[in-house]
């Protein structure tokens, strides 16, 4: 498993498997970055959503699932997280938000812009 050794696994026992890669790549992507977007490079929502976190001055790193040597993985285990769909998937300050939906949600009820704020992605 070429990913595990990547990530730093490369001395996990035989039923390390998948799922527990899948969850270690998630979490390795995540770390130390205010805004992060699991996205596919053909998705129009995942472009909106990406479009609305920038108009607000905020750079969010965006990984492709479609176009990520690992993305068939980290799309199982954002599944796994409750994610569903699983693109957009946002995370701000290493926490899952959610989909779209809830991105949404939440600039529509004014809390989206303190979000980043508090995570540093903006400053006002």
Known sequence: M??????GMEGC???FNGAAVAMVIVK???????????SKSSCCICHSIRTLICSFGA???VYELDEHPDGQLI????KALGCKPCTP???????LIGGANEIM???LKGKLVP???KERAIWL
């Not at 070429?2 to 990530?7: C, D, P, R």
């Not at 390795?28 to 699991?38: C, E, G, P, Q, Y």
Request: charged share 20%.
């Open 28 to 38: 390795r992507l995540v770390t130390n970055k205010a805004v992060v977007i699991f």
């Open 59 to 61: 750079n969010p790193t």
């Open 75 to 78: 799309e199982r285990e954002l």
């Open 115 to 117: 979000m980043l704020i």
């Open 105 to 107: 949600s939440l600039h």
């Open 89 to 95: 998937a946002v995370f701000i300050g290493q926490e």
């Open 2 to 7: 070429a990913e595990a050794y990547w990530y």
């Open 13 to 15: 026992p035989n039923w």
